[in-house]
């Protein structure tokens, strides 16, 4: 399936910041679930460093989430891991909401089109990807 795209902040300008950060989880969610920018950010940031007591380094929106705070987050929303069955492209339905685990990066895809704010699913990036969460 062709993906389509559709810039989305997932509200992060409304809700007072700019300038680029790594804080794709928080849009991703806050796309998904419906959340505002600023509740989501909130409670990805307070709930990630529970994961990390091992790390000097903390995950932060604004240099990203490490990928065990990312799956711990999303086991806490309920949210149901569909994870790639074989070494082919990624196959995400053409209808549902979806979190996308890419390398290094997540996003919304809500009804076989992509909200970020930059296309970041390609063919390539499919064949990468890990799975997703099913969100509705």
């Not at 705070?69 to 069955?85: H, Q, R, T």
């Not at 979806?98 to 699913?121: E, P, Q």
Request: charged share 20%; with cysteine.
């Amino acid at each position: 399936m062709k993906l389509k795209y559709q810039f989305n902040d997932g509200g992060r300008f409304l809700a007072g910041y700019s300038g680029g950060v790594g804080d794709c989880v928080v849009r991703a969610l806050s796309i998904a679930t419906g959340s505002s920018y600023s509740n989501m950010y909130e409670f990805v940031n307070r709930t990630a460093r529970c994961f990390e007591s091992h790390s000097k380094v903390k995950s932060s929106n604004a240099y990203g989430i490490y990928s065990d705070s990312v799956k711990g987050i999303m086991k806490i929303l309920g949210l149901k891991w569909i994870a790639k069955k074989n070494n082919g492209m990624l196959a995400i339905p053409s209808k549902g909401t979806y979190i996308v685990s890419l390398i290094g990066h997540v996003c919304a895809v809500v009804d076989g089109t992509i909200h970020d704010t930059h296309n970041t699913i390609d063919p390539i990036n499919l064949t990468l990807a890990q799975g997703y969460w099913k969100v509705k």
